[in-house]
């Protein structure tokens, strides 16, 4: 089988992603670079992309940094999401977003077709935290820590569980917001109950990986098997 044909049904790529791997260097054949589209591959060759094994991707894991104005969904009718960002680079995985951002929140969005592992990550009895970044229209306060740690009542009068909440030394109205569930406009409700806008909003990281800071908004790329272990595990310190 050719390389690119190779690359393209293993990694579920289109022929032309492939062949752009190759030509970029990123494809190994038995250790080596291969630029070559067409070098025939055996089957008991270890090819590899990014270092990372071709030969058993069951599924795929992606990190992506959602910009402003883009939907948390699989399709929408109206207006762009999250997988379209991908750009039809996976056009045979059925690939959803694990978890959402609102239209208006930016950061850290997991993409797979693992709905196994989706739902692990998302079930409430694994409280896999989420750490935000927070801007306020108005400064952040000690009150404001308290009742986050004490966990906060909604307006409806649901009672959310403790969360952390630790102030920007270098911004008054910014903080870092540390979840461990997921309501539906959680923080923006936490901090309307403490009469505190949220002007911003930005997810940096699921469990205990973090957004990684080269990913301009709307770029992705895919997470490695270590990290993928981190976003089972707690925060970051």
């Given amino acids: 089988m050719r390389l690119d044909k190779f690359v393209a049904d293993a990694a579920q790529l289109t022929r032309s992603a ?26 008991a060759d270890d090819v590899r992309a990014d270092g990372k094994s071709l030969a058993s991707e069951e599924y795929v894991y992606i990190m992506l940094n959602k910009p402003a104005g883009v939907v948390s969904a699989s399709t929408d009718g109206r207006d762009k999401t999250v997988v379209d960002l991908l750009n039809g680079a996976f056009p045979r995985r059925q690939l959803f977003p694990a978890g959402r951002l609102d239209k208006t929140s930016t ?35 000690p ?3 308290r009742a986050f740690a004490d966990g906060v009542t909604l307006a409806d009068g649901q009672r ?36 505190a806008g949220v002007n911003g909003l930005h997810r940096t990281a699921i469990g205990g990986l973090r957004l990684d800071e080269s990913l301009a908004p709307g770029r992705w790329r895919l997470i490695t098997p270590a990290e993928k272990a981190l976003l089972q595990g707690g925060a970051e310190g």
């Fill in 18 to 43: 492939a062949r752009g791997l190759i030509a970029k260097g990123r494809v190994t054949v038995n250790g080596q670079v291969c630029k070559k589209a067409d070098w025939p591959v055996k089957e």
């Fill in 107 to 141: 950061g850290f969005v997991l993409l797979t077709d693992d709905g196994a592992f989706a739902h692990d990550i998302l079930a409430p009895k694994r409280h896999v935290p989420k750490t935000y970044h927070v801007v306020l229209d108005t400064p952040v306060t």
């Fill in 143 to 145: 009150e404001m820590a």
């Fill in 160 to 195: 959310m569980q403790p969360a952390q909440l630790f102030p920007d030394a270098a911004d008054p109205c910014a903080a870092t917001v540390v979840l461990r569930q997921g309501v539906y406009h959680q923080i923006k409700r936490m901090f309307g109950t403490l009469g």
